[in-house]
């Protein structure tokens, strides 16, 4: 190499380093975000924060940093994480012109139809939502309440004997297997056969895997495209998603080639019979989106939920004495169906409480703050800036829920009405809040 290239080579490396140096001085001490607290790092990379998701321990790290740093929190150079009740509304209630970020891209399929959960377009996702509503009625989901009552049942049979024996019960696995039968059940016109273990526990793997390297990658350029490029086809590695959707297919297709006749509707159904405003019907590939979002995202969501519930009322044993009482003088001699529950107003405590101590979602749902900017605890952010809430710190927020937020207190659900309608608005639960939420808000609860 001559002299005058080497000079070149040495120059621009100076260069690179330079300008490299000076973006990172205008991150931590020019950038319009530079005013909000947080960790040194997280002014000037958001690779700390893309490590901590990958190694699994956000959940913890967030409660941190709030009780630490307070409301309003810098994670990376041009992104905030904030609690409060009013920014809530403003960022995810209905009529918010706040948009969802590129974050979200990472959980869309390449040869799927647009889903809710990636879809950045408000337009297409009240499209999707005015398709998927049918299915998700409480009314149809009451004609299908037979069906969930028979994987109950399969499940207290599975039950009966280790609990004759006194013997130690992983509920973390019988919760999974219920919930997997239950969404299979009201989805697809079967259950999945999970809790006769004869399910395949390899598509809920492929799942998890999804929603992990999915929740990751949102923060990396590129996204999916490191996951799934010409060099993973030819090697033959696919996009957990792609796994997934592939399943997904195949159980459409399944369900198209059975006999309907004379059995409840199940969400398939309702999804096939949808029309929409010119009478069109959907295409396959949002019939099978339609069943792909059902079951991602409400199997492994409601199992967590599930879990919650179950590991506070076995450390709480006064609890369980109160709801057990509660459970006992309610008249009936069979299964608790939907609408008794509605009778049991501590049993709907307990869960609202189990559900803020523990959230099935711990990660930022991100918003790009619109023209005019938003104030959070007097603090102005500029518009252009993304903004996450994170269900597990504005549950444990002390200026909403009091200064006994890490107690397990289903009571302060309960006396007051306008407290309590006032802690459920400010509820920040796995289902979401506003016109982007979760469909199956109501069938989760």
Same mark, same amino acid.
Request: with cysteine.
């Given at each position: ?39 040194? =790092?997280a002014s000037i990379t958001g690779l700390w924060r893309l490590y901590h998701y990958a190694i699994g321990d956000w959940h913890d790290l967030i409660l941190d940093l709030h009780r630490k740093y307070g409301r309003v929190v810098r994670l990376a150079p041009n992104e905030l994480s904030v609690v409060d009740e009013s920014a809530m509304k ?30 950045? @377009? ?9 398709? #998927?509503?049918?299915?998700?009625? #409480?009314?149809?989901?009451?004609? %299908? ?25 992983? #509920? ?28 395949? /526990?390899?598509?809920?793997?492929? $799942? ?8 990751? %990658? ?19 590695? !696919?996009?957990? %998603? ?6 997904? +297919?195949? !159980? ?24 929409? +405003?010119?009478? !069109? ?7 099978? @989106? *339609? ?31 109160? %709801? ?6 309610? @008249?009936?001699?069979?299964?608790? +169906? ?26 930022? =749902? ?25 269900? $597990? ?10 200064? @006994?937020?890490?107690?397990? !207190? ?21 289902? *979401? ?11 989760? /609860?």
């Amino acid at each position: 190499m001559s002299l005058i290239a080497e000079s070149y080579w040495i120059a621009g490396l100076v260069s690179l380093s330079g300008a490299g140096v000076l973006l990172l001085c205008y991150n931590a001490f020019f950038h319009p975000l530079a005013q909000f607290p947080g960790p040194r =790092l997280a002014s000037i990379t958001g690779l700390w924060r893309l490590y901590h998701y990958a190694i699994g321990d956000w959940h913890d790290l967030i409660l941190d940093l709030h009780r630490k740093y307070g409301r309003v929190v810098r994670l990376a150079p041009n992104e905030l994480s904030v609690v409060d009740e009013s920014a809530m509304k403003a960022l995810y209630g209905h009529g918010t012109p706040a948009l969802k970020s590129n974050w979200y891209s990472a959980f869309q399929s390449p040869q799927a139809a647009p889903n809710q959960l990636a879809t950045q @377009d408000p337009q297409i996702s009240a499209d999707i939502r005015r398709r #998927m509503a049918p299915a998700f009625k #409480m009314t149809a989901l009451l004609r %299908l309440e037979s069906s969930m009552q028979d994987c109950f049942d399969k499940l207290w049979q599975q039950l009966d004997k280790p609990a004759s024996e006194g013997a130690i019960v992983d #509920m973390c696995h019988w919760t999974d297997t219920l919930t997997w039968d239950v969404i299979g059940q009201l989805c697809y016109g079967e259950p999945l056969g999970s809790i006769a273990g004869a399910g395949d /526990m390899n598509v809920q793997g492929i $799942l998890i895997k999804f929603l992990m390297v999915s929740t990751v %990658l949102g923060h990396v350029w590129g996204q999916l495209f490191w996951i799934e490029n010409p060099l993973t086809r030819l090697l033959g590695i !696919k996009n957990p %998603l792609s796994k997934f959707f592939e399943w997904s +297919s195949m !159980k459409v297709r399944q369900h198209e080639e059975s006999d309907r006749s004379g059995v409840q509707p199940d969400m398939i159904d309702h999804f096939l019979a949808y029309r929409d +405003s010119e009478g !069109k019907p959907p295409t396959r590939l949002q019939v099978v @989106d *339609g069943a792909t979002a059902t079951i991602g995202a409400g199997a492994d969501t409601v199992g967590i939920a599930m879990r919650s519930v179950l590991y506070y009322l076995s450390i709480n044993p006064a609890v369980v004495a109160k %709801l057990q009482k509660e459970i006992d003088a309610l @008249d009936s001699s069979e299964s608790i +169906s939907f609408r008794q529950t509605q009778q049991l107003p501590y049993l709907k405590a307990v869960v609202r409480e189990s559900l803020r101590m523990y959230s099935s979602v711990p990660a930022q =749902l991100y918003r790009i703050v619109p023209d005019g900017g938003l104030s959070v605890d007097g603090h102005f952010i500029p518009p252009g800036t993304i903004v996450g809430m994170c269900s $597990l710190a504005q549950n444990r927020d002390t200026a909403i829920f009091g200064q @006994d937020v890490d107690v397990f !207190k289903p009571d302060r659900w309960l006396g007051d009405e306008a407290r309590g309608r006032y802690l459920e608005n400010a509820l920040f639960n796995f289902g *979401g809040t506003g016109p982007r939420s979760c469909p199956g808000r109501d069938l989760a /609860m």
